[in-house]
Nanobody, 120 residues
């Protein structure tokens, strides 16, 4: 069983920065990619950023230029550096891991979420 634990959420003023961390544990056979999603109250969950096993990154328009996703393959960890935060970035942020073992379908795993609140 794979478990993801997120760290680093909190309350920050508009224009501030936060760094989210996510560490995966358990039996992981072949990480395809890891990423960050967020969900604001009353809104659907949306992708923020993702990073593949070889370091290719993708960003949603909302965070491009302000957010940076990175990973440590040795630690099965993924990070999200968020700068120039805005009140509209307020949401619960979730870490996601897609494990794709050989000869098997991909498996998705999610963290429990960490609250990010940006005050104006």
């Amino acid at each position: 069983q794979v478990q993801l634990v997120e760290f680093g959420g909190g309350l920050v003023q508009s224009g501030g920065s936060l760094r989210l961390s996510c560490a995966a544990s358990g039996v992981i056979l072949g990480i395809d990619h890891m990423g960050w999603y967020r969900q604001a109250p009353g809104q659907p969950r949306e992708v923020v950023a993702s990073i593949t096993s070889n370091g290719n990154t993708n960003y949603a328009d909302s965070g491009r230029g302000r957010f940076a996703v990175s990973r440590d393959n040795n630690k099965n960890a993924v990070y999200l550096q968020m700068n120039s935060l805005k009140p509209e970035d307020t949401a619960v942020y979730y870490c996601k891991l897609v494990d794709h073992p050989p000869f098997d379908r991909p498996h998705e795993y999610w963290g429990q979420g960490t609250q990010v609140t940006v005050s104006s």
